[in-house]
């Protein structure tokens, strides 16, 4: 079955310490998306992807990095520099960058203790 | 004034009863229109796409007022396990979906 892959499910980080949440879809789309969702607020778009070897910065790329070096994955790092690091992080995918309805991964649920 | 504005709710309803939301945007190039439900701590799950004449889809029913820059979804006949958070989703035919904070429905025994 086609879909997106996201892991860790859930993932405790200290202060200070970079991670990578990893994404995977094989649907064959050529968009991807990183998202941010905070208790009682609406998605936010953080990184996103038009095709391989390109991704543009979203409303809330301080603190973020990704790579698109493959179709299927666009790996999302959350470095130490962002500041407020606990979230909900949701990739999605979708056929091309504004068409069509996104299609979303199961999330990774980031603390930072 | 945000881009896209949904009434958080909670709206509490019986079994069996009519509801709706509404959704309002302010970017009047806006094109592409879906109703996404999220349950808790789960990942937003598509719905239904908004079209222009209107969509139904077994209990569900999706409008777009372009005057008036709003989608409505409605739900007849409501079950239990409808109860969930209902996102709506816009896109101005650029990379940006914008999405509104949602609307909790809980369908009451």
């Known amino acids: 079955d086609g879909g997106i892959t996201q892991s860790p499910k859930y993932l405790f980080r200290k202060e200070g310490q970079n991670v990578t949440l990893s994404c995977e879809q094989n649907?064959?789309?050529?968009?991807m998306y990183w998202y941010r969702q905070d208790p009682g607020q609406g998605l936010r778009l953080i990184y996103y992807s038009q095709i391989v070897n390109d991704f543009q910065k979203g409303d809330i790329a301080e603190g973020y990095s990704v790579s698109r070096e493959k179709k299927e994955s666009f790996p999302l790092t959350v470095t130490s520099a962002q500041k407020n690091p606990t979230a909900f992080y949701l990739c999605?995918?979708?056929?091309?960058?504004?068409?069509?309805?996104?299609?979303f991964g199961e999330g990774s649920r980031l603390t930072v203790l | 004034r945000k881009e896209v504005e949904q009434d958080p709710g909670p709206f509490n309803v019986p079994e069996g009863a009519t509801v709706a939301f509404n959704c309002t945007y302010s970017n009047s190039a806006s094109q592409s229109f879906f109703w996404y439900r999220q349950d808790c701590r789960k990942e937003p799950k598509l719905l239904m796409s908004?079209?222009?004449s209107g969509n139904e889809d077994g209990r569900f029913t999706a409008q777009l007022n372009r005057a008036s820059q709003y989608i409505s979804l409605l739900i007849r006949d409501s079950k239990l396990s409808d109860s969930a958070t209902y996102l709506c989703?816009?896109?101005?035919?650029?990379?940006?979906?914008?999405f509104g904070t949602g609307t909790r429905l809980k369908v009451l025994a």
């Open positions: 908004v079209y222009s």
């Open positions: 649907l064959n789309h050529d968009a």
């Open positions: 999605a995918s979708s056929k091309q960058v504004n068409t069509g309805e996104l299609f």
């Open positions: 989703v816009v896109n101005p035919g650029t990379y940006k979906y914008i």
